[in-house]
């Protein structure tokens, strides 16, 4: 049957039931929903009417709407939080140690270092020019013939180039980097003295122990493999970082094959040592901009493996009471 006709009253009465939500607090759509309208007349969504405010929603929702409303929170387990605490962990650009380095450069560009940065550099490595002199001298005191004395010459040399010219072209780059051709000239020799460095570090063992007869031409090939990394820097001087990393460790790790033909293995453990703390320093020769104070903490472990090998070399090659047998010539 059809419902009578209600009064006047009774309709507004109606049109007011409508137009209010059916549970209070709770936003709901009113059984005629109206279209948002912007200003040049197209549809913007529905409109959503509540006691208290109104609401545009899409007009036409997709499931795969790229709101971020729309997107599930990451399913995190337990290995993948870890990963997130470790990167956020080595990612020091995000914290507050962050202004004590620039960011990372191209693999083909020289890091700048911030002013905290040079300062560190400088100081790590002149802290050890006059130690290191010192030491050379007393090894040059201590010598009984010819060999040892020139080995301790090729050794003190080696060691105490290293500190002072990685100190002069450190602060060269802090106080006059304008002189570009300067600190570039500077910047390939500190990297060559690298190479012979390691090439002295090995010279009191190869002319002062007994070797086997295919290990005692390793006296003068360590210097080939010093002069080939030389005219590498030379030429391809910060073109190939991590080829020139790899070259530093072949050439340091190389000689050592020697050890198998030596009689006389006194002294392993500190050769050991110290190699280890080059190695673990390399971690940080490459981490600029990733690491604050990456190479300051370089040089700490470079200080840390020339004292235990200058230990070694004092104590088993150079000592008065020691009894290790020299390569007669």
């Known amino acids: 049957m059809q419902k009578p006709p209600l009064g006047w009253g009774a309709q507004e009465a ?6 209010e939500p059916e549970s209070i607090g709770v936003p709901l759509l009113s059984k005629r929903p109206l279209l948002c309208k912007s200003k040049n007349g197209k549809d913007q969504g529905l409109l959503l009417n509540s006691s208290s405010s109104s609401h545009c929603l899409a007009s036409t929702p997709s499931p795969s709407s790229s709101s971020p409303s729309s997107i599930p929170p990451p399913n995190l387990d337990s290995d993948g939080t870890t990963t997130m605490v470790i990167s956020s962990f080595l990612d020091f650009q995000k914290t507050r140690y962050a202004r004590f380095m620039n960011h990372r450069v191209p693999p083909n560009k020289r890091y700048q270092p911030t002013e905290y940065e040079h300062a560190a550099n400088c100081a790590t490595h ?12 007393i090894l040059y005191v201590l010598s009984d013939n010819q060999w040892e004395t020139i080995s301790a010459w090729i050794y003190g040399f080696g060691l105490s180039g290293l500190f002072i010219v990685s100190t002069i072209f450190h602060t060269i780059s802090w106080k006059k980097r304008h ?17 012979f460095f390691i090439a002295a570090s090995y010279a009191p063992w190869l002319n002062l122990r007994e070797l086997g007869p295919w290990a005692s031409h390793m006296r003068w090939f360590v210097w080939i493999m010093a002069s080939v990394g030389t005219v590498y820097v030379f030429f391809f001087h910060e073109r190939y970082k991590l080829v020139e990393l790899v070259c530093y460790v072949i050439m340091g790790f190389f000689p050592a094959v020697v050890i198998l033909s030596m009689p006389n293995t006194d002294g392993l453990s500190e050769l050991v040592a110290g190699g280890f703390f080059y190695c ?6 490459k981490s600029d901009g990733r690491i604050p104070f990456a190479h300051a903490i370089w040089h ?4 840390l493996g020339a004292g235990t090998h200058y230990y070694a070399i004092w104590r088993y ?6 009894v290790e047998a020299k390569t007669s010539r």
């Open 317 to 322: 090659l150079y000592r008065p009471d020691s």
């Open 300 to 303: 700490l472990f470079v200080a």
């Open 14 to 19: 109606e049109r007011q039931r409508e137009k």
């Open 126 to 137: 002149a802290f050890w020019i006059i130690p290191s002199i010192l030491g050379s001298s």
């Open 179 to 195: 002189l570009r051709t300067v600190e570039h000239c500077l910047h390939m020799f500190d990297r060559m003295v690298i190479y």
């Open 280 to 285: 673990l320093g390399t971690v940080f020769f």
